[in-house]
C-alpha cells in the first residue's frame, strides 16, 4: 500500500497537508486545486501500472454528471473516471473529458466516436446524448438495459453483505446515514437502493427503526453534521452502529464520533461503501464495502470498444462487491 509520503511527493504537497485533506480536516485552509492533485495522487497510487500502447486513431469521450468540485466530495466517480483515463491510455485512445459544468461543450464535439456517461441521467438527458453518437455505456445506471450498455454495481446486495455482518455480530440498533440525489436537470429525485434495501431488509429482520436513518448528501460535511444530529437525539440511545451511504459519509461520521469522545467501534462500529483510496488512511482506519471502480472505468471503455467495432445487442454487467473489514467495526 502507498504511504502518505508517497502521494505527498507525488503531488508536490507536505506530509501533514496530504493527512488532513484526506481526513477533510474542514480546519485545514487548501484549495481545490491542491485538493484534487492529492486526491487523484492517491488513486493513481493505488491502481497496479500497465504499459501504455502507440496511441490509436479516433477518440472517446467521458462525461462526469458531477461538477469537478462536486466530484472531490465524492471521490466514487473520481476513481471511475480515473479507471477510464488509465484504460484509455494503456490501449492508446484518445479521451476528450467533460463534467456537468462545461457539458454544453460536448454538443459542439462532432469527432466522438463514443461516449462514456458516468453518473445518473435522467430520461430528457438519455435522449439528449444519444443524439450525439450511438455508441454509448452508462456507469452508474442503467437507464434502458435492451437499448444501451451499462456498467453498474448491485447496490442491494452490497447493503445486505453490511447488514448480515453487523446482525451477524449481534447489532439490534443499526442506523443509516445517507444522501439524497435528484438528476442536474431537476427532473426528478432519485430512489437510492442503500436506503430502501436498509429500511426493507431490516424491517424483514424486525430491527427497523425509522429514527436511525438520517439523510443528507454523499459529502463528509453531511455526514459530520448528521451524525452530530443523532448524538444529540439519541445520547445513551445512540444505535451501536450506522452504516454509511458512501465513505465520504462515514469518514465525517467519524470525525464527529471522535469529537464526542465516542469509542470506534468499542461504542459504535462504522461500514462505508466504496473503498475509495481515503479509507486505508483516516482513523480509525474505515471497514467498507468495496466497489472496484477502476475495475467499472476499464470496463466501460472496453465495452465501447465493442460497440464501436460492431457489436448490436446491448450488455449490461454488474461488477462483484466485497466487504473489507478494518478498525472502524469488528
Not at 457539458?103 to 461516449?115: A, H, V
Not at 470525525?255 to 462505508?272: F, Q, T, Y
Request: charged fraction near 30%; charge should be negative.
Amino acid at each position: 500500500m502507498a504511504t502518505i509520503k508517497d502521494i505527498a511527493q507525488l503531488a508536490g504537497v507536505s506530509i501533514a497537508t496530504v493527512s488532513r485533506v484526506l481526513n477533510y480536516d474542514t480546519t485545514l485552509s487548501v484549495s481545490d486545486e491542491t485538493k484534487k492533485k492529492i486526491f487523484e495522487a492517491a488513486e493513481e497510487l493505488s491502481y497496479k501500472k500497465k504499459p501504455a500502447r502507440k496511441q490509436d486513431s479516433g477518440s472517446i469521450a467521458v462525461l462526469q454528471w458531477y461538477t469537478e468540485k462536486e466530484e472531490l466530495e465524492d471521490l466514487y466517480y473520481m476513481s471511475i473516471r480515473l479507471g477510464v483515463e488509465n484504460r484509455c491510455r494503456n490501449k492508446g485512445l484518445q479521451l476528450v473529458k467533460y463534467f456537468h459544468d462545461n457539458y454544453e461543450e460536448l454538443r459542439e464535439n462532432d469527432e466522438i466516436q463514443g461516449l462514456i456517461a458516468v453518473g445518473k441521467f435522467s430520461g430528457k438527458q438519455v435522449k439528449e446524448l444519444r443524439t450525439f453518437t450511438k455508441n454509448i455505456v452508462f456507469v452508474d445506471t442503467s437507464p434502458d438495459e435492451e437499448q444501451f450498455d451499462s456498467v453498474v454495481i448491485d447496490f442491494e446486495k452490497a447493503t445486505k453483505k453490511v447488514l448480515d455482518h453487523l446482525i451477524a455480530k449481534g447489532h439490534e440498533q443499526i442506523g443509516y446515514i445517507g444522501g439524497k440525489e435528484e438528476y442536474k436537470d431537476k427532473t426528478s429525485a432519485i430512489a437510492d437502493a442503500r436506503e430502501e434495501t436498509v429500511k426493507r431488509y431490516l424491517t424483514e429482520k424486525g430491527i427497523y427503526e425509522k429514527r436511525f436513518m438520517y439523510n443528507g448528501k454523499f459529502s463528509a460535511d453531511d455526514g459530520h453534521v448528521l451524525m452530530k444530529q443523532a448524538i444529540q437525539e439519541h445520547g445513551e440511545n445512540l444505535p451501536t452502529a450506522f452504516f454509511a451511504g458512501n465513505d465520504s459519509i462515514a469518514v465525517g461520521a467519524l470525525r464527529a464520533l471522535l469529537e464526542e469522545g465516542i469509542a470506534v467501534p468499542e461504542r459504535v462500529n462504522i461500514i462505508g461503501v466504496n473503498d475509495i483510496s481515503i479509507s486505508k488512511y483516516v482513523f480509525p482506519t474505515l471497514s467498507t464495502v468495496k466497489v472496484y471502480t477502476e475495475l467499472m472505468g476499464e470496463t466501460a471503455v472496453d465495452t465501447l470498444m465493442e460497440r464501436i467495432e460492431g457489436r448490436k445487442t446491448a450488455k449490461k454487467i454488474v461488477i462483484a462487491t466485497k466487504l473489507i473489514v478494518r478498525n472502524s467495526s469488528f
